[in-house]
């Protein structure tokens, strides 16, 4: 016989092994595939999932008045390769009839677009038809009203009650931003998107459009289309430009560098688990039979041949279990996108891109297998046949983990960056075996006080293959300590963005009218439940910067209120005394601004004003998250001279202490009514921030769940390994009288006990990660201070103990069901 | 009615048929047998005649595929698994050839393993399992783990677990098979000791001519099947 054919009988003969070794490579190469794909997709998702929290347009087109002529969209449709809608927004009430919802819960924005079905606007439609001229709305909002395709909105418009019929009901975008229910109407309106020419109609603006939103399609390149739309605009001779909007969404966003190092981090975490659950398994199940193979040597086998022979049944198993794991990995990895995209609610219909990850799954699935069962073979053909025969094997305790672990840990307190994660993971991995030792001597006690019998045999067992046992255990440790990094991560973020935004929000609600006449600050001030009130002028001004036009919004701020109502915070001095000693070419940034620019405090930046450019100091760079921390503040009376602005629309608003603020918001809507473009809280902001950063996250908390489901996975491979290495000792103790359900139990517990050391490591590790981390980190200009939360502490525990209940259920199934005759005859 | 009494264990036409994809096996054909309380049978026959097979039957480790196994008038294939677990920790004690003690308990526990399982308290356990060493004459060898002990010493051990719950039946598959002559000697006086003083029925499976002296009765297992039945010379002594 050919040790081909030997092989090949060894693991037909050891068929449930072979199985078990087989499954451990085909998860471990499906998990690959799935964490690669994942990551890939979403590397394509998240700019995507950004620009649609920012807008789909690449450009928009504005003029320097409030509206200008329709007709200007005509020449851009001209530009090829760009898609384009023209945009005319206004406000009106919805026509509702049900007693407890007052006027501001009846607030519709409406949106006039010239054509509701072009790729820029991209709407997914659920029920109905696009480009007739009806009216559409999201599903959130159709659900809310109990309204369908072919009733009837009716609204109270300037021209008087107006009614359209329900086209299209799509899937929520921003676009279509609405509240979720009735209540959450007192905060934001309803959005109606109907045809272009309802809203000239309804509000007497005849012709007239405020925007035109340009996307630019596939294969199409942008600067040409810039210049294209440019050199349109020009010969109309209009005071119009184009601005690109992705600028602005990279402003908001320009720590997504920092995001996607968290999410490859969160990748490797996977793979390396994958790769571990695989050299693990295949190490374990060569290692066991060092037995044997001293047999074999005594009968004449040489060293080579045994390593060929364990190489060829390797083989075997890699060869098929990476084509099944490859056939169940791609399948995995489908269903991560979808759900990940599903997640950011995007929608692309490109298929899973495999190609990385086959490449790095296929070297996996083959050369780790090789290189896990090589290692102890080897050890195997050199001790000799007698002590193995003997099988007296004494634990070696080297002291070389332990120490290279510390100096990894230690290293990783000198690391100001992520990456500080791989040698602080590595030495973790290193030392955890001899703190699992601890773990289960301190658990023993316990266990047999909670569990008596059962409690005794688990804690022993756990003791007993200790090197395999605490492998497992490391691996589940390192996923639980990156949820607790990624999770407190996650709620610092928006913890501090809380904090910040309600200390440069300029108060408790930023009004934003029509325009503001003269007497509406009395009026504002006069509403019940505002303690005080001011105005001030924005305008978002043409910024040249580097050649390039962008948009920077610039706040006229009053010397006399700043300290009242702050829109940001200044090192050095108090807001009004900073702004006070402005001269009337100077401004302050913002952080990211500032950083955008490049430049130093003391230089200009050029501005485009209605004399043509002018350029202005930047006098200091101010920390603030008005309009997401994106903008410039000047001294009001110079912005009036600077910019010839004749009008204000902004508000900001002081509430009463203990004012309800929905209450206010009511107040002043009622005041002021239709008058109210927009009214916004710093709760709002708070919200909008959240739900993006959550949604980012939500990537890479789906990515760390998976490589901690694939740890539950070895907890269960290791399970069955005890559970076929004791079967005859199953057997003996079924025989004298120990019944299925305390063997169940104890092997329930020993998972547990497992999954316990795991997840408390996890909790200590993570914390550690999060100090460390929170040290140095700082996402959007912001730090972070450390800080756990107990509740999510508590909330990862049980999911890692519920991780490795799970993993433990079909082990234990498993021995319940172990057929007494059959085990006391095995082997 | 009297003699049912007597009986300890009944086969009635109890055979055990292995099937896997390569065809069925017949281990043990339709057999009858009667076991009388107190008897000290051994079972011998050729290797793959069936031996452990109808030890397993007895104990009630495996059901017959057909016929019926009364063990101390419990005819064990109508009992749930629950039950005949719970049967063969109270009526029935267990040794195997390779000892199968638990090799990170010590020797104490080992023995108090089946006690242990059924929730004794902690002080009865202690005074069983010091009455169980002195039986088996391991007096302080109490706190050593089983690879501190001789193999003689390892199945002395697992006798005493056996005992532990004071069981009616001993069943014991080749328990000297793995010893030399002199502690084999020792097993086998201590089971005869047993079988005498504690009317313990025995039932011992062995290959070994020698041993099968110390019983009282020695069954051939031939094939799956009973070949011959006798009462031992010695016991006519
Ligand atoms: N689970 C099983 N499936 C199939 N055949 C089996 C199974 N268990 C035992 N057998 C077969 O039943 C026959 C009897 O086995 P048994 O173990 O009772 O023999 P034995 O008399 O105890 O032999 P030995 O003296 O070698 O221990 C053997 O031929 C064996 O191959
Ligand atoms: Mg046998």
Known sequence: MTLRQLAWRNLMRRKTRSLLTLLSIVIGVASILGVIASVESAKKALPQYLQSVFGKADFTVQGTDAYFRENAISSIQAVEGTASVAMLKHSAKLKWDAPGITDIQKRVDLRGYSDTDTALTAFQVVKGKLGTDGAVISDRTARVWGADVGDTIALVTDTGLREIKIAAVVRYTIELMGPSSWTMAKYHPWTVVVPLSAVQDWFGLAGKIEGISIKILDGTDPSRVQERVAGQLKERGEELYVQPVLLDADAQFKDVNTFFLALYMAGFLGISLSAFVIFHSLYVSVQERRGEFAAMRTIGYTSDQLRLLVLYEVLFLSLIGTAAGLLAGSGLAAGLKALLFLLLSIHQEAGTALAAGFLAAVPAGILIPLAASLYPIRKAGRSSVADELRKKTRPVRRRWPLIAGMVLILSGFFIPHLVLLVPLLTGVALVFPYLFRGFVACLKPLYRTLFGFTGELAGRNLSRSLGRTSMTSVILCLGIAMIVLMSSLNAALIQTYERVIHATYGGNLDVMLHHIEPDDLQLLRDTEGVADAVTYPLQAVVWHLNGDKRKLPVYGVGEDWIDRFPLFTSEGSAPGETIRRLASDELLMDRISYQLWGGTVGDRILLETPEGPRSFRVAGVVETMKNSGYGAFMNKEHFRTSFGVKYERNALVLKQEDYAPLQLRENIFDRFGARIEEMFGPEDWVSVISAVYTGSFSVVHLLIILATVISGIGITNTLLMNIMERIRELGMLRAVGVTRSQVVRMVMLEGMGIGAAATLGGILLGTLLLYLTTRFLDIHSLTFPFRVSPGILLLIALFGLAVSLTASLLPAARAAKTKLGEALRYE | ?237
């Open chain 2, 1 to 237: 009615m009297e003699e049912e009494t007597k009986i300890m264990i009944k086969l009635e036409k109890a055979a055990k048929v292995f099937g896997s994809e390569a065809g069925t096996f017949t281990a043990l054909q339709e057999t009858d047998l009667e076991i009388r309380k107190g008897e000290f049978v051994a079972v011998m026959g050729p290797s793959g005649s069936g031996k452990s097979t109808l030890l397993q039957l007895l104990g009630g480790l495996d059901l017959p595929t057909t016929g019926s196994v009364r063990v101390d008038g419990e005819p064990l294939e109508k009992l749930s698994e629950k039950e005949r677990t719970l049967f063969r920790r109270s009526k029935v004690g267990f040794v195997f050839q390779n000892y199968q003690l638990l090799p990170m308990m010590t020797a104490a526990e080992n023995i108090a393993l089946s006690l242990a399982a059924s929730r004794t308290p902690k002080a009865e356990m202690e005074r069983a399992v010091a009455r169980l060493i002195g039986q088996v004459n391991l007096t302080g060898k109490e706190k050593s783990f089983p690879s501190q002990l001789s193999g003689g010493q390892q199945q002395r051990v697992a006798i005493a677990r056996a005992l532990a719950m004071k069981p009616k039946l001993l069943l014991a598959d080749e328990p000297t098979g793995n010893l030399d002559r002199k502690n084999g000697r020792d097993v086998l006086e201590l089971l005869s000791r047993l079988n005498r003083e504690e009317q313990i029925t025995v039932v011992m499976v062995t290959h070994d001519r020698y041993a099968a002296e110390a019983a009282s009765r020695v069954v051939t297992l031939l094939d799956g099947a009973i070949a011959s039945d006798e009462a031992e010379k010695a016991v006519a002594k």
